[in-house]
């Protein structure tokens, strides 16, 4: 069981915009910022979004971070077959003295 | 550039040990956070321990405390992960992934090692 709660999966057809959810608690997401991460099949992970809100160069504006109190969320506008992947919410935890990852989402462009 | 390169993976029984390397180039060991992240096949991401950049604080999951050690090695700029005690749930993809600050509980993971698959199985 993941410290941070996503949605094990998410779809859409091309062109639509999904969202994801990422749900933790005031020692994780509720006092410290959260970052994205890609996964692409059969690769390692790669950075999406970090510090809540901001997109490293070279991640197209069609993503964006959100957060509000202890949920954070990754919307994905005008959907591409090359978003077909898993995603994952991470933030450090100042109970756990760690970082935590959110169990991933895989997405599905159908 | 900045790149991870992770070797060491092998396949162990229960109970024995092994030694991952991540050698970093383009960047210091010294200045920055670097972790240990792993993945159980067909599951997800896991954060396994991390050393800091400044003073050397490190910090382990619950799951692996006491059984698995990081370590760095500055005259080469590499990063050690020691894992003793191995059990098949130990058994995984293991990834080592750079801060963008010296502290630990700061910033975010980028970039990513490409990986060294674990298996623990008699």
């Known amino acids: 069981q993941s410290v941070l709660t996503q949605p094990p999966s998410a779809s859409g057809t091309p062109g639509q915009r999904v969202t994801i959810s990422c749900f933790g608690s005031?020692?994780?997401?509720?006092?410290?910022?959260v970052n994205w991460y890609q996964q692409l099949p059969g690769t390692a992970p790669k950075l999406l979004i970090y510090?809540?809100?901001q997109r490293p160069s070279g991640v197209p504006d069609r993503f964006s971070g959100s957060k509000s109190g202890t949920s954070a969320s990754l919307a994905i506008s005008g959907l591409q077959s090359e978003d077909e992947a898993d995603y994952y919410c991470?933030?450090?935890?100042?109970?756990?003295?760690?970082?935590?990852f959110g169990g991933g989402t895989k997405l599905t462009v159908l | 550039e900045v790149q991870l390169l992770e070797s060491g993976g092998d396949l162990v029984q229960p109970g024995g040990s092994l030694r991952l390397s991540c050698a970093a180039s383009?960047?210091?060991?010294?200045?920055?956070?670097v972790s240990w992240v792993r993945q159980a096949p067909g599951k997800g991401l896991e954060w396994v321990s991390t050393?800091?950049?400044?003073?050397?604080?490190?910090y382990y999951a619950d799951s692996v405390k006491g059984r698995f050690a990081i370590s760095t090695d500055h005259s080469k700029n590499t990063l050690y992960l020691q894992m003793n005690s191995l059990r098949a749930e130990d058994t995984a993809v293991y990834y080592c992934?750079?801060?963008?600050?010296?502290?630990?509980?700061?910033?975010?993971?980028?970039?990513w090692g490409q990986g060294t698959l674990v298996t623990v199985s008699s």
């Open positions: 992934a750079k801060g963008t600050v010296a502290a630990a509980a700061l910033g975010w993971f980028d970039p």
């Open positions: 383009g960047f210091s060991l010294s200045s920055y956070a």
């Open positions: 050393f800091s950049g400044s003073g050397g604080s490190t």
């Open positions: 005031s020692s994780n997401i509720g006092s410290n910022t």
């Open positions: 510090n809540d809100n």
């Open positions: 991470a933030a450090w935890d100042d109970s756990l003295n760690g970082w935590v």
